[in-house]
């Protein structure tokens, strides 16, 4: 019966790559790399085991999850030596997990038409598909996945109350940008404040990953959280000041605070985004402004000062 077991749970690599379901060349790769171990020699025939297929497994999970090859061999050397990787793809769950309770859905193409006033436009659908408000369903042409239900009732209310579909995608390309931005700066804020008392591991302790992913957990709801309650004070005080225009014959005084649309032509905005990437281009934008503005105002004043000092020399 033992023989019978240890027979049967040895493979060649032929029968190791049909188990597993890597290619017997990407197995011989794997062990080049060192993330596989060398399989045992029998006279001329190498032999390998249930270690091996389980190692073959756990890469194509880690694969899945879209570590590269250089930090999968990282993470098995952890596990090698002790450390564990229960802790590291806890952590890996609750970043890469949903981030709201909304749940994708589906629908027709038929249906979205009906939506969206009756009549067919390829050339909307191909823009939804392209912001991801849309995902095609393998075998399905007339059929998507709609990844957020709220953000697609959006786009139909706001159809529904004469907005060109164009200008819907336009409103929501500026307004991901403007949320990228938040949410790298949110990232940025938790990195510095909660998440630098922990040491720079690659890839972290057990220990240290298990307590991340808790923090991650507890974290998780209050971007959400701020950003509605700043969003809700923001759409109340401009709300109110464009109640007050509308209800009164002469327009009210501007302060000169009022934040205004600028557009900048699309390669300007493309060379930006290239340059410190589209989460920090609104901020880039803002601060060169800024720097521009400060540098027209000194040279404004240099020839005032150089008036001064050459008065000064006459007397």
């Keep these: 019966m033992s023989e019978q077991s240890v027979a049967v749970a040895e493979y060649r690599i032929e029968d190791l790559a049909h188990h597993s379901g890597a290619t017997v060349r990407t197995i011989r790769a794997y062990q080049d790399r060192g993330l596989l171990p060398k399989p045992e020699r029998r006279g001329r025939s190498n032999v390998y085991g249930p270690a091996h297929l389980a190692r073959l497994r756990q890469i194509a999970d880690l694969l899945d999850r879209g570590y590269t090859l250089a930090s999968i061999k990282d993470l098995l050397e952890a596990w090698d030596t002790g450390r564990g990787l229960g802790g590291v793809l806890g952590l890996v769950a609750e970043v890469q997990g949903p981030w709201t309770d909304e749940k994708a859905d589906r629908i027709t193409r038929a249906e979205l038409n009906a939506r969206f006033g009756g009549g067919p436009d390829d050339a909307a659908v191909a823009e939804a598909l392209e912001l991801g408000v849309l995902e095609p369903v393998p075998g399905r042409d007339d059929e998507f996945l709609v990844p957020s239900p709220q953000e697609l009732a959006v786009a139909a209310e706001l159809s529904a109350a004469g907005v060109p579909l164009s200008a819907v995608s336009g409103h929501l390309r500026e307004l991901r940008g403007q949320m990228e931005h938040i949410a790298s700066r949110f990232l940025e804020f938790t990195t510095e404040h909660v998440f630098a008392r922990y040491p720079g591991h690659r890839p972290p302790t057990e220990e240290d990953a298990t307590e991340e992913a808790d923090m991650v957990r507890r974290l998780r709801p209050l971007a959400q959280q701020t950003v509605d309650a700043e969003l809700a004070r923001a759409m109340r005080a401009f709300a109110t000041r464009r109640l ?29 985004q290239n340059l410190v990437g589209p989460e920090n281009a609104i901020a880039f934008i803002t601060a060169a402004t800024e720097r521009e503005l400060q540098t027209r105002a000194l040279d404004a004043l240099a020839p005032r000062s150089m008036k001064s000092e050459h008065f000064d020399q006459k007397i």
């Design 244 to 272: 007050q225009r509308h209800l009164t014959t002469d327009d009210p005084p501007s302060t000169g605070r009022e934040p205004r649309p600028i557009s900048l032509p699309a390669e300007t905005m493309h060379a930006v």
